[in-house]
C-alpha cells in the first residue's frame, strides 16, 4: 500500500505489511480521535464520528477551536525553543500530524531539543512510535502512561534518558485538563508532576471554557460523558488556579487561545465564543 501512515485511514493501516495494531476498542469513542476528527484527520472510527458530529450539531466551531489550539501549541514551543528551553515533556500528545508536532517546531528552531510525548491511548501508542522521528542532533521518545498517575511519567527510564531533569523543561498539557473533572484531583496531580522540576521550568496550558456560551458546553460535556468520556469545563478564574503554587503566570496571561501571542502577521481573530478556550504559560520560580 502506497503513501505514508498519515494519508491512510486506520482501517488501511491494518493492512499494512508490518504494522501491528494495538488493542483498540474501536467500538467507543475516544477524545484523541474525536480530535482527530474535528482536525480534518483521517485517524478516526465510526463511533468517534458519531460522538464528534453531535458535538460539532452543538457547537460547530469547535473545529475552529481545535485548530486555533494546535496553532497555539506551534507558537508556543518555537517561542521557547528561540528562548533556550529545549527540553519538552508534551503529555496528552494526540495522534500525529504531519509536520506539526512539537518536535517539528521545536527542532525549526533549536535543533538539538529533546521531546518526550506522553499519551494512554493505544492508537496514539501506533503512530508515535512509526512517525515521531527526531532530527539527528535532538531526540524525541515516546511513554505510554496515565496523567492520573505522574510518578508513571516522571519515574519511567525513557524520561531520564531523554531529558534532563536538573535543567529547565516545558510541560505542555493542551486539551488535557479538561478531561479530568475536580473529583480526578487535576491540582495535586500538576503539583506532584511538576515539583521536582528546576526554576526555569514552564508550564503550557489549554482548556475549554463555558464562559462565553454555558449552554453549548453543557451540551458538549454532557455528549463527552455519554459517551464514556469524563469532561469539565471551567472558568478563566478556574483555568488559572490550576497552576501549581511557586509557578507565575507569563505575559499575556489567561487568553482565549488565538490571542496568547499571535503571529506579528495575524490581523484578524475568530470571536472568542467562537474559540471557547483559553491558554496560559506559566515559569518555575
Ligand atoms: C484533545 S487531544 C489534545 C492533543 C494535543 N495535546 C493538542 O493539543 O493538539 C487530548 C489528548 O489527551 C490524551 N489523554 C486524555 N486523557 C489522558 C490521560 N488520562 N493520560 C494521558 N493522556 C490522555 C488523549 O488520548 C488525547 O490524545
Redesign the pocket.
Known sequence: MSGSAFDRTPEQNALVEGWTPPEIDTSRA???R??DYYLGGKTNFPADRAAAERVLAAFPSLRVS?RE??AF?MRLVRLLAGQGITQFL??????P?EGRNTHDAAQAVAPESRVVY????PI?LAHARALLTSGASGATAYID????TPESILDHPTLGTTLDVNRPVAV?????LH??PDDHKPTEILARLTERLPSGSHLGL?HVTGDFDPVSWESIVNTYRESGIPGQVRSRAEFAALVPDGWEIVDPGVEILPHWRPDASTTEFPDPALVSAYALVARKL
Do not use: K, Q
Open positions: 475516544h477524545s484523541a474525536m480530535y481545535a489550539n494546535r501549541l508534551d503529555i496528552g500528545t494526540g495522534i500530524i506522553v499519551d494512554n491511548d496514539v502512561a496515565d496523567v492520573h505542555l498539557m493542551l486539551a488535557l478531561f479530568l489549554s
